[in-house]
């Protein structure tokens, strides 16, 4: 598998409170990889910085061979990194179609978007029987998956979840990990962050963990989800 994300020493800071010190981390084409820590590790930092979001002070990150670091999201996003932020970033004013549509706003191929769009109203019938309403009066579970469909409909090659099932209800954290895999069926890498260990573990290839801005270790997710020191301090046992 080629390297697709390569991010080296990142640094970022707010100010005097350093949230990212020094993260080396890869994913490969294709690859499931999840970033574990407790709250306050810097993990939404470290998306947003990887994203374009927020301007790392040191360190570099490139995607599929290019360097990224200094680029802005709008630049990034066509390159095929999508992010779905925490608190999942949806318009609640915006109708459900308008949210979808946003997702695709860099595609030409308007026929192949729409066509994407009708799938995706077959499958999730809430969303289509919705597509006209508000986006706001979704459920929290629809609401992310709007979310994650959105951000597929970019056509990304790499996409960023942060803490996608905070909050949900088990049969829609299933749904959400369902759509994930099919995602990751058709090629797309995926760097999930999640504060529930075992749940990102059991669907990731690879996990990374991180304390107070650095990583402290990463394996196999076999390798973590078998580590004791692991299940004490983050499987709640
Ligand atoms: P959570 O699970 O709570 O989202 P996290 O691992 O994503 O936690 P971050 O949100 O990246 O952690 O925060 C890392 C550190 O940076 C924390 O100490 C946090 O208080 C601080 N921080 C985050 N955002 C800001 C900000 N906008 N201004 C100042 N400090 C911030």
Same mark, same amino acid.
């Given at each position: 598998?080629?390297?697709?994300? @390569?991010?080296?020493?990142?640094?970022? +800071?707010?100010?005097?409170?350093?949230?990212?010190?020094?993260?080396?981390?890869?994913?490969?084409?294709?690859?499931?990889?999840?970033?574990?820590?407790? #709250?306050?590790?810097?993990?939404?930092?470290?998306?947003?910085?990887?994203?374009?979001?927020?301007?790392?002070?040191?360190?570099?990150?490139?995607?599929?061979?290019?360097?990224?670091?200094?680029?802005?999201?709008?630049?990034?996003?066509?390159?095929?990194?999508?992010?779905?932020?925490?608190?999942?970033?949806?318009?609640?004013?915006?109708?459900?179609?308008? #949210?979808?549509?946003?997702?695709?706003?860099?595609?030409?191929?308007?026929?192949?978007?729409? *066509?994407?769009?009708?799938?995706?109203?077959?499958?999730?019938?809430?969303?289509?029987?919705?597509?006209? *309403?508000?986006?706001?009066?979704?459920?929290? /579970?629809?609401?992310?998956?709007?979310?994650? #469909?959105?951000?597929?409909?970019?056509?990304?090659?790499?996409?960023?979840?942060?803490?996608?099932?905070?909050?949900?209800?088990?049969?829609?954290?299933? +749904?959400?990990?369902?759509?994930?895999?099919?995602?990751?069926?058709?090629?797309?890498?995926?760097?999930?962050?999640? *504060? @529930?260990?075992?749940?990102?573990?059991?669907?990731?290839?690879? /996990?990374?963990?991180?304390?107070?801005?650095?990583?402290?270790?990463?394996?196999?997710?076999?390798?973590?989800?078998? @580590?004791?020191?692991?299940?004490?301090?983050?499987?709640?046992?």
């Amino acid at each position: 598998m080629s390297e697709l994300l @390569n991010v080296h020493e990142l640094r970022v +800071a707010y100010g005097q409170i350093h949230a990212v010190q020094g993260v080396s981390l890869t994913v490969a084409e294709g690859e499931r990889v999840c970033l574990i820590g407790a #709250n306050g590790a810097g993990k939404t930092t470290l998306l947003k910085a990887i994203a374009g979001m927020l301007p790392p002070l040191g360190g570099s990150v490139h995607f599929a061979g290019q360097p990224i670091t200094h680029k802005p999201s709008h630049q990034i996003v066509p390159l095929g990194i999508a992010l779905v932020p925490e608190g999942r970033g949806i318009f609640s004013r915006l109708s459900v179609a308008e #949210n979808l549509a946003m997702g695709a706003y860099i595609r030409r191929d308007k026929l192949a978007v729409n *066509q994407e769009i009708d799938t995706i109203y077959q499958r999730y019938p809430r969303l289509g029987e919705r597509r006209a *309403q508000p986006a706001g009066q979704l459920s929290g /579970g629809e609401q992310q998956l709007l979310a994650i #469909n959105r951000a597929l409909l970019s056509r990304p090659r790499l996409l960023l979840l942060d803490e996608p099932s905070m909050g949900l209800a088990p049969l829609m954290v299933k +749904a959400i990990f369902g759509t994930l895999q099919d995602a990751h069926q058709q090629g797309v890498a995926i760097l999930l962050v999640e *504060q @529930n260990a075992h749940l990102a573990l059991s669907h990731s290839d690879r /996990g990374y963990i991180l304390e107070t801005g650095k990583i402290t270790q990463h394996d196999s997710a076999a390798e973590l989800i078998a @580590n004791t020191d692991i299940k004490k301090a983050y499987f709640g046992e």
